[in-house]
């Protein structure tokens, strides 16, 4: 009979160790923030192989989209050995079944892995994960994270976050408060840190990165996959200066509803999708963003009582134009807009315009914004994380968004910025002529009204005075 030893052929590098000794030390939170090809794959899944030989149960490898999966684990191979990763970490001989259909591997022991997506998470059926490696996380729903942490709670679970930056997003937040825990292991290792890479090879990188997208996210992509750094660009990612810039400028912030003016909505619909809302006030000076909400596998009558929950003072509904088409449920049903209109909500439809131009229409809006932090905070990831693939073959970024989690929000904004400019806050009431007075270059003041005007003001005066 062979002999099996866990980690199979394989054992952690040195800047690995803290992260694999914290872990076997009874660790229940980690996020290791290592470089590109800092070998964070090969590090979770030899602790999964381990964790499930250890403790029976079910553990889930997730990825942000469950199509993602096959490709970037079940069939990645590791480029030194030509072997496949998971029959390195996982070995056949301690297998009792490998299902490729639903890329869920179940051990000798009892235990069961599977590759998932943190699209699909709540769609899973059978026994509830002890083990939860969250790959690429920065691009994963964080709705994944906050359904399943209590299930970990309850069970005594693990659960591991590796993702290389992108931007301020929930990653960056779940790090620097990891960072404040005792309980949680939080690491950033970058190339300096890790000695991956000589500087003479990280100049080579550098340059192809440079030659292939531009000097300004070829540097930002560099600074990003192997120095670790959440302040750079995001390729493809359509509002990262935006978002930085309001984050710099310290306008995502607490902030109140003023009580005299309306709150406006801007929705996006969804019917087996989420639906989005963003309630915003209009200044004269721009928009304050006071809320957000969104939610999934809910009628129309689900969003107006959290309307009528919020009690805002509200003004006019936006949605979008495709509202027309028939509702959530079954044929014959309403149009979305006949269901709002019955429901108390008077939507008006946004301007029919083009993906190119709405998506203009927010990163022009966003510069005159300022947003709740808390109440937002859902929302602002979106934004944040929104984007579009970048093409290998045809090096260039893709025309369309990637339809994931971030997609019902920023597509809400995007209707929320093609509707706000007709409720722009009415200018201050111009003086009539006899209020008004010119400032001399004497320093005196004088009025604009002819002798005989003010003749006929003053008389006016005493009369009502009498």
């Known amino acids: 009979m062979t002999e099996i030893v866990l980690p199979n052929n394989w054992s952690p590098r040195p800047y690995q160790m803290p992260f694999w000794t914290a872990m076997e030390r009874g660790c229940k939170r980690a996020i290791p923030i290592w470089?590109?090809?800092?070998?964070?794959?090969?590090?979770?899944?030899?602790?999964?192989?381990?964790?499930?030989?250890?403790?029976?149960?079910?553990?889930?490898?997730?990825?942000?989209?469950?199509?993602?999966?096959?490709?970037?684990?079940?069939?990645?191979?590791?480029?030194?050995?030509?072997?496949?990763?998971?029959?390195?970490?996982?070995?056949?001989?301690?297998?009792?079944?490998?299902?490729?259909t639903d890329m869920a591997i179940e051990f000798k022991c009892g235990s069961m892995w599977q590759l998932v997506g943190s699209d699909n998470f709540n769609s899973l059926v059978g026994s509830p994960p002890i083990g939860i490696v969250f790959s690429e996380f920065a691009l994963a729903d964080p709705a994944a994270w906050a359904y399943l942490s209590p299930i970990l709670e309850e069970n005594?679970?693990?659960?591991?976050?590796?993702?290389?930056?992108?931007?301020?997003?929930?990653?960056?937040?779940?790090?620097?408060?990891?960072?404040?825990?005792?309980?949680?292991?939080?690491?950033?290792l970058t190339v300096d840190d890790t000695g991956m890479l000589s500087p003479e090879r990280y100049q080579a990188i550098r340059q192809e990165r440079i030659a292939?997208?531009?000097?300004?996210?070829?540097?930002?992509?560099?600074?990003?996959?192997?120095?670790?750094?959440?302040?750079?660009?995001?390729?493809?990612?359509?509002?990262?200066?935006?978002?930085?810039?309001?984050?710099?400028?310290?306008?995502?912030?607490?902030?109140?509803?003023?009580?005299?003016?309306?709150?406006?909505?801007?929705?996006?619909?969804?019917?087996?999708?989420?639906t989005a809302i963003w309630f915003f006030q209009v200044l004269a000076g721009g928009l304050n963003i006071i809320d957000y909400y969104e939610a999934s596998g809910e009628g129309a009558d689900h969003y107006v009582k959290v309307l009528e929950e919020r009690a805002y003072p509200y003004g006019r509904h936006f949605v979008p134009h495709d509202a027309k088409v028939k509702e959530w449920g079954a044929p014959g049903a309403r149009t979305r807009v006949e269901t709002l209109q019955k429901l108390g909500i008077n939507p008006e439809l946004v301007p029919d315009e083009s993906f190119?131009?709405?998506?203009?229409?927010?990163?022009?809006?966003?510069?005159?914004?300022?947003?709740?932090?808390?109440?937002?905070?859902?929302?602002?990831?979106?934004?944040?994380?929104?984007?579009?693939?970048?093409?290998?073959?045809?090096?260039?970024?893709?025309?369309?968004?990637?339809?994931?989690?971030?997609?019902?929000?920023?597509?809400?904004?995007?209707?929320?910025?093609?509707?706000w400019r007709e409720l722009r806050a009415a200018p201050p009431p111009v003086p009539s002529k006899a209020e008004v007075y010119v400032g001399q270059p004497d320093g005196t003041i004088k009025s604009n009204l002819t002798f005989r005007e003010m003749v006929e003001r003053n008389k006016k005066r005493r009369l009502e005075t009498q």
């Open 35 to 100: 470089h590109r090809r800092a070998g964070k794959d090969d590090a979770v899944l030899h602790w999964t192989a381990t964790a499930a030989h250890q403790r029976k149960g079910v553990y889930w490898h997730m990825l942000p989209q469950a199509n993602q999966a096959r490709k970037a684990v079940w069939d990645a191979i590791n480029p030194h050995t030509g072997l496949k990763r998971i029959d390195e970490a996982f070995p056949v001989e301690l297998r009792s079944s490998t299902r490729k």
């Open 156 to 188: 005594g679970g693990w659960a591991v976050f590796i993702t290389t930056p992108r931007g301020k997003n929930h990653a960056y937040r779940m790090l620097q408060n990891a960072k404040k825990q005792p309980d949680w292991f939080a690491e950033v």
């Open 212 to 274: 292939e997208f531009g000097e300004a996210y070829g540097d930002a992509m560099c600074e990003q996959e192997y120095r670790c750094s959440f302040e750079a660009a995001v390729l493809g990612a359509y509002f990262s200066k935006e978002m930085a810039n309001a984050d710099r400028e310290g306008r995502i912030c607490d902030l109140m509803a003023d009580p005299s003016l309306p709150v406006h909505t801007a929705w996006d619909l969804g019917v087996d999708d989420s």
């Open 356 to 419: 190119a131009d709405g998506i203009q229409a927010a990163r022009t809006t966003l510069a005159r914004c300022r947003f709740d932090a808390e109440r937002c905070e859902r929302g602002l990831d979106a934004l944040r994380s929104y984007h579009t693939k970048y093409d290998e073959k045809l090096r260039t970024l893709a025309k369309n968004a990637v339809h994931d989690w971030a997609s019902h929000g920023a597509d809400a904004f995007r209707y929320l910025s093609l509707a």
